[in-house]
């Protein structure tokens, strides 16, 4: 399970605080540049941060490259619409079956872990032999479990990545696109921390939870908590 | 595999015609009104198309529920951004691992869909056995193929639809989601002819193929092949 | 200033529901429609939107037709991207330079709104005159106040609306906006109750305002204002 | 009227020839990257370009700084919905009335030209006036000519600069826009050649003109026109 965090805007925090800048002041991109202390910078984000002013976090642009998560995740993450994805095919592209994941739930449990490979090993068996036979690839992988692993490129910019990790670093969210997520998250915040701290689910971003019953109650208990905050 | 149009935007020729006239016309929508007879509303809807002014077009909205596609299918489907989805969860949802899609190339060969549904069976068991043994449906769906069948609603307006078709219905798409995009299109000419009339790949709607060696040959064949005109 | 809806979704709040009920039920739309009574229908569309689950939302389309707001407030308007518009030109239509708004804050000023229409004539004189020096409408515009008025038809989804709502109807949004949001908001909520009951700023429809010493107060001083709930 | 190219994802080029090849290739990005000679990358993004295979585009985020645009021409400009703005301000920020556009075509009619400037003269006395009244400057503006000036940064990917250069290049759209999309592409063409050779109207990037009696001949008189290509 790779991230790497292949490319991304330029000195994003400070073109963000330009941008924000640029609409309250009567001066121009050059002013502005020139009042750009990085306190100033900083200080600006958080003050968008807490009034959920948004909207020039756009200009901040940022591109993963993903290896080895499920195509139950990618089904997810492609879910997420203002974002660009590059995913390498299963039509043109003949699929590797001995590449796939186990969950943990699955893997505690060995019985379940043994039922799990062996249906990996019928699977990748009937994908060979179907290709063999002369099914196009296209149509092989219909019998490929969704644990098959798959590639891709990502780029989404800071606000949309700030809601992303709203949903999907929560604990209600399944345990592989929330371990990505909060990949993500790491190597966006060592890449521009102001855009992205604080950032995760809504109880640490937003300080609340509207989960209700559902709510797994860490607001309720620990306001504090430092987990993805 | 069942594709049902369950609500589109009420006389939605009439609207989209309404909304191109107006950015036009020095009246406004009560005069417009007055002058919107059938053949006027389909002669400008005629003339957007074929100078390719479609934001008109967005008005529309078609809204469809979808059952029995694969969600190999369902992935590609997605893709399309500018849309609107609801899909039946394998997360709260029970899977019945019994409805899945046999692609028509391998139902053609007995050997290949004698070990397609081996797998399937297998799969089911081990789908159920993992459920027993307590592992999360989340997480069990891990083993299910991605011929597993699932349910969704999704709505997309007239213009990004004519772009799905252009995608979908080509010959060089896969054919479940060729499928279902020739079937969508059936519905909505049904219910809006004007609007999707031509429609289809490339070849049709714009009268050019851009896949150089990978084309069809189609258009260089047969010029007025009535397919999914 | 005219708001008219002029089309939606039919039975929009019954299609919200049951693409909600559709992600986690096993049941088919068939099913879904055999239990969807109207105060289930209304039941649900309150948990979603309580717990912020918006997507379904989507599904349910409004279409406007706008005439007489100025050209400073289309500007503001057309910011929303997950909308559609279609505009009356000033490029194709020769505008009608007596048509245009006076803020209320210059009507209460006599000595402004002397100004304002002094300003005004003198546009409207100018207008015409470059009009018949053949100096091209689309160029002759420039010199047109941005108080002038402008035609649109726009169509928006439930969910984008409760988010103009959220920002528009706040007592920071300009006035002229706030109107056509308020005027808005009343038109969707006698045709989709449930869908837009709270809507309205973040205060009303959140409980919340993250305006900081920019904000009006209302929140602190009356939790119960039933202004724009 | 200044237009600054100030930031761009780095390297967009080998991004987007990645990201392309991702789709079709079995191996990973390391694989990828080892076989990126310059003279691939130009011919797959040509070869991208060719068939419309333009997703891959995407990734490519291009930032610009404009000053002393029109009203006119922004309130074109962010109709094209997918890209990201920070304008400044008419509500926050007092307006100079000396900052407008005097459109070419007023320019060369010295009566015309005469007229234009007289009515800013009223029109920024008034604006001035009106704040002096007390009229906040939000309402002070509706005095403004649509001619008067702006400022703002905007970020689109290469995919939508594209589209953007297809309409707002072509001698249909309106000077100003025109220029400015002329002055953008020179710019981005600098950055990243590969990505924008051909771009501009579709007469250039397609060899098409959709216009039929609107269009301005250049196709047919001249298949070679070296404008904008």
Same mark, same amino acid.
């Given at each position: 399970?790779? =991230? ?73 993450? =492609? &879910?997420?619409?203002?974002?660009? $994805?590059?995913?390498?095919?299963? &039509? $043109? =592209? ?33 994908? &060979? ?37 709203? @949903? ?18 790491? @190597? ?19 300080? &609340? ?21």
């Amino acid at each position: 399970m790779i =991230v790497e965090l292949i490319a991304h805007t330029p000195d994003p925090e400070r073109l963000v605080a330009a941008a924000a800048r640029l609409c309250y002041s009567d001066v121009g991109l050059e002013g502005i540049r020139a009042q750009q202390s990085e306190e100033q910078v900083k200080g600006l984000i958080t003050l968008l941060r807490r009034s959920g002013h948004l909207s020039p976090f756009e200009h901040a642009a940022f591109s993963f490259y993903l290896e080895g998560w499920s195509r139950v995740t990618t089904h997810q993450l =492609v &879910r997420h619409r203002i974002a660009s $994805y590059s995913q390498q095919s299963q &039509r $043109y =592209v003949t699929a590797n079956p001995e590449e796939f994941i186990v969950p943990p739930s699955i893997r505690s449990i060995p019985a379940a872990r043994e039922e799990h490979e062996r249906v990996f090993h019928a699977a990748g068996r009937c994908y &060979r032999k179907l290709v063999n036979l002369g099914v196009p690839p296209e149509d092989a992988r219909y019998c490929l479990p969704q644990a098959i692993t798959s590639r891709l490129i990502l780029t989404m910019n800071a606000r949309e990545l700030l809601h992303f990790f709203e @949903l999907r670093t929560c604990r209600r969210a399944q345990w592989e696109i929330r371990f990505l997520a909060l990949t993500m998250l790491r @190597l966006v915040r060592k890449a521009a921390p102001a855009l992205f701290r604080p950032a995760g689910p809504e109880c640490i971003s937003e300080g &609340r939870c509207r989960q209700g019953t559902l709510s797994c109650g860490r607001l309720r208990r620990d306001a504090g908590h430092p987990g993805a905050d």
